[in-house]
C-alpha cells in the first residue's frame, strides 16, 4: 500500500523504472478521491531514482475508477491505463502525460457494457498497445493499438466460447512475436490461465489452457470487483 488513513485505503499496482534511474507507479486512492472514502480515483507517481516525488497526480471523476499501469516511453511521456466510471459502467482507458504530469491525451475502449484496461506496452514501430478486455456477446481479450496521440489505428480480439477472457499481460519475445496470458473462465466461479503465442501481426500461433480442476475460488477480491459496476 502507499499509505492509508482513518477514512480508507490507497494502494499501488505496479511500478517501473523510467530512463533517469527513477520510477512511475500506478496507483488507486480512496482517501484523496474526489469523494473521500466512498468512492477511489486514480493516483499516478513519478519518482527519482532515490524514491523521492518528483511529482503525483489524482484523476478526479465521480464513482469508482481503478488504475492497473503505467509506463514510461520512448519519447519520455507517461502511459497509464485502468477503468473509469461512466454512466455506472467501467470503461477500459488509457491517459498520457507529459514528462511533468501534464495530461495530454486519452482513450476509452468502446463497449455496449463494461470494458476493462490491464496494462499498456510500447510496441517496436513507436505505437502502443493497451491491453484489457471488452464486452460483446461475452468478455474477450482485446488488445488495442494506438498511435501516439492515442487514436484508434486496430485491435485484435480473442474470445473462448461460452466464457469470459480477460487480457492481462503482452509481452514481446526476444526472437521476434508475443506471449499473451488472459484470465478465462466463468466471472462468478473459477477462472484459468489461457496463453497465447502471438506473431509479429498479432495472429496466433499457438495457445495453452492451464486448469486445475476442481476449483472455486472467491473472485471478489476486492470492491472493484465484477459486482461494482455492473453489465
Not at 52 to 57: G, L
Not at 145 to 152: K, M
Amino acid at each position: 500500500d502507499v499509505c492509508s488513513s482513518d477514512l480508507s485505503s490507497d494502494f499501488a499496482e505496479t511500478i517501473k523504472p523510467t530512463a533517469d534511474g527513477g520510477y512511475v507507479m500506478a496507483a488507486t486512492t480512496y482517501s484523496n478521491s474526489s469523494q473521500p472514502g466512498t468512492n477511489s480515483d486514480w493516483w499516478i507517481f513519478r519518482f527519482d531514482a532515490n524514491g523521492d516525488t518528483v511529482w503525483t497526480r489524482i484523476i478526479n471523476n465521480v464513482g469508482n475508477d481503478r488504475m492497473y499501469d503505467a509506463i514510461e516511453t520512448s519519447d519520455g511521456s507517461i502511459l497509464a491505463c485502468g477503468w473509469i466510471n461512466v454512466g455506472g459502467y467501467a470503461k477500459g482507458t488509457i491517459r498520457k502525460f507529459s514528462s511533468t504530469g501534464a495530461l495530454l491525451h486519452t482513450f476509452s475502449l468502446g463497449s455496449g457494457a463494461n470494458s476493462y484496461a490491464q496494462s499498456v506496452k510500447e510496441l517496436p514501430n513507436g505505437h502502443y498497445m493497451l491491453v484489457g478486455s471488452r464486452y460483446q456477446t461475452t468478455f474477450g481479450a482485446d488488445l488495442v493499438e494506438l498511435d501516439t496521440a492515442l487514436n484508434y489505428i486496430n485491435d485484435y480480439f480473442f474470445n473462448l466460447p461460452s466464457t469470459g477472457d480477460f487480457a492481462q499481460q503482452l509481452e514481446r519475445l526476444p526472437q521476434g512475436g508475443y506471449m499473451l496470458a488472459v484470465k478465462t473462465g466463468y466471472i462468478y466461479d473459477r477462472f484459468d490461465i489461457w496463453l497465447l503465442r502471438l506473431n509479429d501481426q498479432f495472429d496466433t500461433l499457438w495457445t495453452r489452457m492451464i486448469t486445475q480442476r476442481p476449483i472455486n475460488i472467491q473472485q471478489m477480491e476486492d470492491p472493484f470487483g465484477f459486482t461494482k459496476i455492473g453489465r
